[in-house]
């Protein structure tokens, strides 16, 4: 095999929303692509693992595979976990090469996607001016992974929106609900619930209880499957491909 294989690593799940969501996006990828070979493995709950896939694609003669962390930020999985089951992958296998892709955000891809589900969800260009919109997200500990969270609420706040906070589903405060009644306390007229995931899951079904409790007017749909999603996983690919100091143009 001469071409990389691209390996996407999601987390993993219980709910079988998640698997069933990371194929049809994966599946997406390679139709953007015809003829690049993709596979999908899970860090936990899903098969098959991370470790298993690498063994296949070396006795199936692949030399080298770019492992794209499907992740939205750069916390404890992309900093820790994956790069530790990848480091025991190389030492196993030294004939095949592995490069780790950088994490999925932030990117205006990402936020074409929160575009996307919330237009589904009907929210107007012409609402934005009323409308109060609360990101939310998993959450982490980890403080790199919040500041980012943050700063695309103030971009987004930028787009016409007249109100964007920030919101998690575990790990820290404030939760949706408590963010929803906070916009409608400074008297924003309607709000809209995005969830910056990627599949459904224990932790956007908490999002989605949230803003059904605290009254939200809008709840988009997860990320999903989108097309812009699908096109940042290729950029993410072709990025790990180019070395260090070399431009993507070259």
């Known amino acids: 095999m001469t071409h990389p294989t691209l390996l996407v690593i999601a987390h993993g799940s219980r709910d079988p929303r998640h698997a069933a969501t990371v194929h049809a996006l994966t599946e997406r ?9 993709v596979e999908t493995a899970f860090l936990e709950f899903n098969a098959p693992s991370v470790p298993r896939v690498l063994e296949r694609l070396a006795a199936q003669g692949a030399d080298e595979v770019v492992a794209l962390p499907l992740l939205l930020t750069r916390a404890f999985h992309a900093k820790t976990d994956i790069p530790s ?47 109060g919109l609360v990101l939310a997200s998993a959450g982490s500990s980890d403080p790199e992974a919040i500041a980012v969270i943050a700063e695309i609420a103030r971009e987004l706040r930028h787009t016409g929106w007249c109100a964007v906070r920030p919101a998690f589903a575990s790990a820290l405060l404030p939760r949706t609900e408590d963010v929803v009644r906070g916009l409608r306390a400074e008297g924003v007229e309607r709000v809209a619930v995005a969830p910056y995931v990627i599949a459904p899951g224990r932790l956007p079904d908490r999002i989605a209880a949230g ?30 491909r180019v070395p260090v100091g070399a431009s993507l143009s070259a």
């Open 85 to 131: 089951v990848l480091r025991e992958a190389r030492a196993r296998l030294p004939r095949l090469h592995i490069r780790q892709a950088d994490v999925l955000g932030p990117s205006p891809l990402l936020n074409a996607t929160l575009g996307r589900r919330l237009r589904e969800a009907g929210v107007r260009p012409g609402d934005l001016p009323r409308t």
């Open 29 to 37: 990828v390679r139709t953007e692509r015809p003829g690049l070979r």
């Open 211 to 240: 803003a059904e409790a605290a009254g939200a007017d809008v709840l988009a749909d997860v990320l999903g499957p989108a097309p812009e999603l699908a096109r940042l996983l290729l950029n993410r690919f072709d990025e790990a």
